[in-house]
């Protein structure tokens, strides 16, 4: 991924009905890392009481034994957090966890709600108090303030209000639900552990606990799973699909299982369409590691030219590096990212990352690998583009740093001081990603926003409500 790239977002995690859910959780949150650096939380629950630990940091750094051993009960969510909506302070770390007049309730949410500014200012006119600044509480505010009679009716009340992307789980003391929005922006899977029930962003989460993929929670559908079993209801106005296409390309796990498709197999091949539009006569085929790795094999496997590991990544960049001054910046990326001199000398190379963003990272990229002995440098990207900023979850520039934005391809290719530059169409995106499971979002690409990313005023959405608690 370009080092100056979109950032990844949030991940959650839920299991119901198994002892140590709060230690399961940990696990399932260390898996979905990739998804949120920023601060992780766990809340948990015994049947009568919830408890919540959380802090700012990686999970294996907020969490100590003593913490997790708090952690009481059968019934645990979790959240990993890179901060999308709010800023960065404990408060805004998940889940959430507060006391209302019906009792306890923990959340936990992956997306952003496009119209919460418009929801929070109506709220804090009718007087509700915010404790943080994060989209999440929104939820809580319109939960708590539902005039619906039940829990499950005061939830669907609150959700129908969103416009955006949420992935949430919430939990009561003794209930766990899962639900996804209309559009399904976000991924969010079901699976079992033995007994136990376990909802998580990707399939990964679940391999690590030895648990077993059952399959996606849907577009819309809201899955509530108590003592008497599990229910699923779809109380929504139906909409389109709309998947985020850059799971595939550069958030999830290659090892995941996400929106019904091997992240690792649409990665390997998006290359190899990569290099049916965009050949070139090259020695090596190299990957900016470590999310365009299966691209550059796609790419290796159709074009025939072999594949090197002509740049490594370092794992050991901590988060609190701080990028030098101007003079000597370049040293930013040469921490991250060291190539390999017996590759890379004397070679045409071809490399191969998921996106380019603002371009910088890409330019010192073409440049390391000049300096490192390659006589050529082909960049080939596997997705269009990225021309227009997301709205649903993901941290990326204004449109107007996106270098797309600003230039085109034959004017960027100047700028980053490549051979030749060749990005995947729109159409092999499409291509590649198919219909057979609904359409995706690709409006970074396309501009084509599937909810209105700037509402003016807030809708009166009209939901379906149910009668059970
Ligand atoms: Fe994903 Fe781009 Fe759509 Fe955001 S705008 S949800 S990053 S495809």
């Keep these: 991924m370009s080092l100056d790239g979109f950032r990844d977002e949030c991940g959650v995690f839920g299991v119901f009905g198994a002892q140590e859910a709060a230690k399961l959780t940990y696990l399932g949150l260390h898996a979905l890392q990739h998804r949120g650096q920023e601060g992780a939380g766990i809340a948990a629950a015994d049947g009568s009481n919830i408890v919540r630990y959380r802090g700012l940091g990686l999970v294996g750094e907020v969490f100590s034994d003593d913490e997790l051993g708090r952690l009481h009960g059968t019934t645990a969510i979790g959240h990993v957090r890179y901060s999308t ?35 929070r200012e109506d709220l804090e006119e009718h007087g509700s108090i915010f404790a943080t600044t994060s989209d999440t509480e929104v939820i809580l505010h319109l939960l708590a303030g539902s005039r619906q009679k039940t829990f499950i009716n005061r939830l669907v009340d609150a959700l129908g209000r969103l416009q955006g992307a949420y992935s949430v789980v919430v939990m009561t003391p003794g209930r766990l639900v899962a639900v996804r929005d209309p559009h399904g922006f976000r991924p969010l899977v079901l699976g079992r552990r033995g007994d136990a029930w376990v909802v998580a962003s990707e399939t990964c989460a679940l391999d690590l ?9 849907n577009h ?32 999830s796990r290659p090892d995941s299982l996400v929106f019904g498709r091997s992240v690792y197999t649409q990665r390997v091949e998006l290359g190899r369409t990569l290099a049916a539009e965009h050949p070139v006569d090259a020695d090596v085929v190299i990957a900016v590691p470590d999310s365009g790795v299966s691209g550059a094999l796609g790419y290796a496997q159709r074009s025939g030219i072999p594949y090197g590991r002509g740049l490594l990544r ?22 991250k990212l060291s190539p390999v001199r017996s590759v890379l000398s004397g070679k045409r190379v071809i490399v191969v990352d998921d996106s380019i963003v603002r371009g910088t990272t890409s330019r010192k990229i073409v440049r390391m ?23 649903y979850g993901v941290d990326t520039p204004t449109s107007d740093e996106l270098i797309a934005s600003k230039m085109d391809i034959a004017g960027i290719c100047e700028h980053l001081g490549a ?35 700037h509402p003016k005023g807030l809708k009166d959405i009209q939901v379906n409500l149910f009668s059970q608690d």
């Design 85 to 119: 909506s709010g800023g960065s302070s404990t408060v805004n770390v998940q889940p959430f966890l507060v006391q209302y007049r019906a009792g306890q309730v923990a959340i936990a949410h992956n997306g952003n709600i496009v119209n919460a500014a418009l929801l």
């Design 209 to 217: 606990i030895d648990g077993e993929f059952i399959r996606e929670v």
């Design 220 to 251: 819309g559908e809201m899955v509530i799973i108590d003592d008497e079993g599990i229910q699923s209801l779809y109380p929504f106005p139906r909409e389109d699909r709309r998947a985020c296409i850059f799971e595939h390309i550069y958030f």
């Design 314 to 335: 370092s794992h050991y960049v901590g988060r609190t590096f701080i990028e030098p001054d101007q003079q000597i910046r370049d040293f930013g990326v040469r921490l």
């Design 369 to 391: 690998l000049r300096r490192a002995g390659a006589t050529q440098v082909h960049l080939r990207i596997t997705c269009p583009p990225t021309r227009s900023s997301c709205f």
């Design 419 to 453: 051979d030749s530059l060749g990005y995947l169409s729109l159409e092999g995106l499409r291509t590649v990603q198919g219909t057979d499971r609904g359409r995706f979002c690709e409006a970074c690409f396309s501009s084509d926003y599937p909810v209105d990313p």
